[in-house]
């Protein structure tokens, strides 16, 4: 089965500190995105990265940057944490071509 | 990508068929329709996509006019699991890195 697997389901952390989401998957998937999901807004795209250590903004990039040093493997950085930053956030892949997007369980974070 | 509409909720019983519309009435000849849906507190889940022809897989049915300005995503015998929201997308082929534009899609209850 295709897995994309995000290292924490809930997560508190407190104003300025550095926090970092993992993203892992097992399908040798080109393609890895962030999201973040908020009630009203739906799903928006922070960042993608279409191959190893290329990386390229998404629609709301602000306050975020991202790392891919390893095909398998997509982490978003919040490099000082806000609580406007408090949100699902969701990491996805895919394979180049017309697939549909495998999506992870969520991290749920919370800033104090 | 063309913009869609989806009635904002839809109720059906369970054991009977789910019909989901979707309508996308400027969408390009080179544009696909993809369904998602997202049960609550999980990641979304890829469902079907198609470009002209009706598409059938193991969990739903695809039904797309013969002008395309509309779909429909059906679930056969919908059981209480298939409670989520559904998203309808469309976006072009080639499965660019580019990321998914999610509406508000249609939060579908399914009545025991």
């Known amino acids: 089965d295709v897995k994309v697997t995000q290292s924490s389901r809930y997560l508190v952390k407190r104003t300025g500190e550095k926090v970092f989401l993992e993203c892992v998957q097992d399908?040798?998937?080109?393609?890895m995105f962030w999201y973040r999901q908020d009630p009203g807004l739906g799903l928006r795209l922070i960042y993608f990265?279409?191959?190893?250590?290329?990386?390229e903004k998404g629609d709301i990039p602000e306050g975020y940057s991202v790392s891919r040093e390893k095909k398998e493997r997509f982490s978003l950085i919040l490099e000082s944490a806000s609580t406007n930053q408090t949100s699902m956030y969701l990491c996805?892949?895919?394979?180049?071509?017309?697939?549909?997007?495998?999506f992870g369980s969520g991290t749920r974070l919370t800033v104090v | 990508d063309a913009k869609t509409t989806q009635p904002p909720s839809m109720d059906c019983a369970e054991g009977r068929a789910a019909n989901l519309p979707c309508n996308h009435s400027?969408?390009?000849?080179?544009?696909?329709v993809y369904w998602y849906r997202q049960i609550h507190s999980q990641g979304p889940q890829y469902i079907i996509h198609?470009?002209?022809n009706n598409e059938t897989n193991e969990m739903a049915s695809l039904i797309i006019t013969e002008d395309r300005k509309s779909s429909t995503l059906i679930l056969p015998h919908a059981t209480l699991r298939d409670t989520a929201v559904y998203y309808c997308?469309?976006?072009?082929?080639?499965?660019?890195?580019?990321?998914?534009?999610f509406g508000k899609g249609t939060h579908l209850i399914i009545q025991p």
């Open positions: 996805a892949t895919s394979m180049v071509g017309n697939y549909g997007y495998t």
């Open positions: 997308i469309v976006r072009v082929g080639g499965g660019g890195a580019d990321g998914l534009t």
């Open positions: 198609g470009l002209k």
């Open positions: 990265s279409y191959d190893v250590k290329m990386k």
């Open positions: 399908m040798d998937h080109e393609n």
């Open positions: 400027t969408i390009s000849g080179n544009e696909y």
